[in-house]
């Protein structure tokens, strides 16, 4: 109602301003009997006050359904005048152009993700042959493309899952999981990269590691903190901590190195897109992606992550699931 007789502020006070002009035409005239200019704006009044009964009752819809504070996007059909129903029209027609706009756009990202993934893995193939060739090699120079190849693989499925993670609805699946074979897989995928910077995991499972998750995301987004951890405690220490506890009701596995860490300035912002910090310009290979992909996928599957860090101390990056769902 407020709403509705803001809308007709001009048109109450038009009237109203109608009748003090005839009645100081009626006063300045020399009229002094007034009886039958109270009947003519009192007239005036009921046919006022018809119309705006009226107006109300048709628009009615429109104005409760402003007033209601609801979030759905589309308007239903709030009523039979002129008023309504054009409104109706234009949001059907708005709505319908941003449908189209929105097909169109998933559109082009699947056809994008499409195309990354068949470009990934063309490349994949003549890496697998590079691997095969260089494998039974062992002078220096052949090592150095080993160690080249794993990078542009790891590169690629970076690649490959940051172009997948618009589409993360369509291709996850929530089971229960062994966080324990789930971190031996990780080790397993990871174990020439752990050679090449002579950085070696030790696990410790102190509590039940059933979890519910998607095994391939979680996989991925664990094998990124890892990477991340050999990379910056090489030369440093030897040791990699991978350890599975309850904490609550709770599962944590905690990834800990013992390598540079993180400046305090930079912890805020580490998992922020592309954001490499202090130690990004000190070690070239950071490209600010990796945490960030971490801290989305962790959010999407509902776990949390945080991390903790002294410089020159090393890092702890803490994945905390729920263990029921």
């Not at 082009?108 to 195309?115: E, S």
């Not at 369509?170 to 062994?178: G, L, M, P, Q, T």
């Not at 309850?246 to 540079?260: A, H, N, P, S, Y």
């Not at 990004?280 to 992909?293: C, K």
Request: charged letters at 25%; a negative charge; glycine letters at 6%.
């Amino acid at each position: 109602m407020k709403l509705f007789l803001q809308s007709h502020t001009v048109l109450i006070l038009l009237f109203f301003l109608q009748g003090l002009f005839v009645f100081f035409y009626y006063w300045f005239a020399g009229l002094h009997s007034f009886s039958h200019l109270f009947y003519i704006l009192g007239v005036q009044l009921l046919i006022l006050a018809g119309y705006l009964v009226y107006r109300w009752y048709k628009d009615r819809g429109v104005y409760e359904w402003i007033s209601s504070g609801q979030d759905d996007t589309e308007v239903p059909f709030l009523g039979s005048s002129v008023f309504c129903s054009e409104l109706y029209e234009k949001q059907m027609e708005l709505i319908r152009l941003q449908h189209q706009k929105l097909h169109e756009t998933e559109a082009k990202l699947d056809a994008r993700v499409t195309y990354m993934n068949q470009w990934v893995h063309q490349v994949k193939t003549p890496l697998s042959v590079i691997n095969l060739i260089v494998q039974e090699e062992d002078e220096p120079i052949f090592e150095q493309i080993k160690k080249e190849v794993r990078q542009i693989e790891y590169g690629l499925e970076t690649l490959l899952y940051s172009s997948r993670l618009d589409l993360f609805e369509r291709d996850f699946k929530i089971e229960a999981v062994s966080l324990s074979e789930l971190v031996q897989s990780v080790i397993q995928s990871y174990k020439r990269f752990f050679i090449q910077y002579r950085v070696y995991p030790k696990t410790d499972i102190l509590a039940d590691d059933k979890i519910y998750t998607d095994a391939k995301w979680l996989k991925f987004a664990i094998g990124q903190v890892v990477t991340n951890a050999v990379k910056y405690s090489a030369g440093m220490s030897d040791r990699l901590e991978l350890t599975v506890f309850r904490d609550g009701d709770k599962t944590v596995l905690e990834v800990r190195d013992r390598g540079v860490g993180i400046p305090s300035q930079d912890l805020k912002r580490v998992f922020d897109p592309y954001y490499t910090g202090e130690n990004g310009r000190r070690f070239q290979e950071s490209t600010g992606i990796g945490l960030h992909l971490v801290k989305e996928i962790t959010s999407k599957l509902n776990h949390e992550v945080e991390i903790s860090s002294s410089p020159g101390e090393g890092t702890a990056v803490r994945f905390s699931f729920l263990t029921k769902v």
